[in-house]
Each structure stands twice: as C-alpha cells, then as structure tokens.
C-alpha cells in the first residue's frame, strides 16, 4: 500500500510543548500534505512539501521530507489547546491520494 | 471556509432507503472526491471525476452509486446499505492541471444505518 502511517496514533501534551508527528510511506511520491481534522469535520490542508524539498515552515508548522527513508515529521512549536485535532499525512501521485489512519493530538490547557 | 458544502450534516436511515448525499465546491476545480472516514481506519478513496469523468472507483460496493452531473456537484446515491456503512462520508475537490494538488474537503455528512 502506498498509504502513509502516522505515529504515534495518539500524542497528549501541555500547551507551550513542542508536538511532533511521523509519518512513513512506502512508494515514490510526487509530494506530501499534512492535514488537519477537528472532530467529526472535514480534513484542512496545513502545508504541502514537493519531493525535492528536505524542509518546509509556515507560521509554527515545521515539516521535514526525507525521501531516502520515505518518512516525514511534523512539528508544531508552542502547542495551544486549539491545536487539539487529528492530524493526516497523504501521499500524493498522479492525482491519487493516499491517506493514513492519522494521529491524535492532544493538548491540555 | 473551504469552499465545499455537502448536504445533509447527518442522515440516519434503515437499511431498505434509498437516500443522496450531495457535494457542491466554489473553487471552480476539475476535480471530485468521495472518501469514506470509519473510526480507526484510514480515509478510504471511493470515487474520482476528473473534469465529470469517472476515473477511479475503488471496488466500492454497487450499492454505492455516484453521479457527478458537472464540475462543481457531486452526489452519491445510497440504497440497501448495510450497518457496515455507517460513517463519515467526506467529498473533496482540487485542481488537477496545478503543480500543487491540494484537496479541499467538505464537513463530511455523518451517515448511520440502522
């Protein structure tokens, strides 16, 4: 399968800590999203890295690529309660999208 | 806030309905989605339209049926589904001729069959 898998499945941190996500995927890819999801809503796109980019950042996301171990992390600095969500990786060839089963943060006020 | 409605919310039906949920996107993308969200599982494509074409159906059962009438709605007709199929049913949108192909998903309607 060419989904990615996040991990861990679930993260509960103190709000102010730093929280950071893995996900590994199994084939060539053309770039990885991360996304967003608040309970039972839709998925909200946070931040697209190409396959030729190691390192990405925008506002207090920062995501890393490393194609040569076909992983990716997300971090996110100076977590707030607002941030409590799951979050997906998905891999995206040609069009097609492949998501995991996600992780859920937590963050305690 | 995405630019991506479905209709209804929620629907709660028996498994002899027949039922549709309905997607409709803003973006002007070329592009629709079906996804099926189960808890625990990941997000599952169902179905694809490219430019109102079908290009992807992902062993979904008949019971399943899709229509994609233009570019911009999306429906998913529903009959004698089974207690299996409850979940959230997610629509999505993007741009496919766009270097970056970033899907823009719906609230999802929240599906229960009894």
């Known amino acids: 399968s060419q989904q990615g898998e996040e991990d861990p499945q679930a993260l509960s941190i103190q709000e102010g800590e730093n929280a950071t996500m893995n996900c590994s995927y199994k084939?060539?890819?053309?770039?990885l999203q991360w996304y967003r999801q608040n309970s039972g809503r839709g998925l909200v796109h946070l931040i697209l890295?190409?396959?030729?980019?190691r390192e990405k950042h925008s506002g207090r996301l920062r995501v890393t690529l490393d194609t040569s171990k076909k992983s990716s992390s997300l971090l996110i600095t100076a977590s707030r309660a607002a941030d409590t969500a799951s979050y997906f990786c998905?891999?995206?060839?040609?069009?097609?999208?492949?998501f995991g089963s996600g992780t859920k943060l937590n963050v305690k006020p | 806030e995405t630019g991506v409605t479905q209709t209804p919310r929620h629907l709660v039906m028996g498994m002899t309905n027949k039922k549709s949920l309905k997607c409709e996107q803003h973006l002007g993308h070329n592009a629709m989605y079906w996804y099926k969200q189960s808890a625990k599982k990941p997000l599952e494509l169902m179905f694809v339209y490219n430019f109102k074409e079908q290009t992807e159906n992902n062993s979904v059962p008949s019971r399943f049926s899709p229509e994609c009438p233009n570019s911009s709605h999306l429906f998913l007709h529903l009959h004698t589904l089974q207690p299996e199929d409850s979940a959230l049913y997610l629509c999505a949108s993007s741009q496919l001729d766009r270097s970056t192909d970033t899907q823009y998903f719906g609230p999802g309607t929240r599906l229960t069959v009894l």
């Open positions: 084939t060539s890819i053309n770039n």
């Open positions: 998905a891999t995206s060839n040609f069009n097609k999208f492949y």
């Open positions: 890295i190409r396959s030729n980019e």
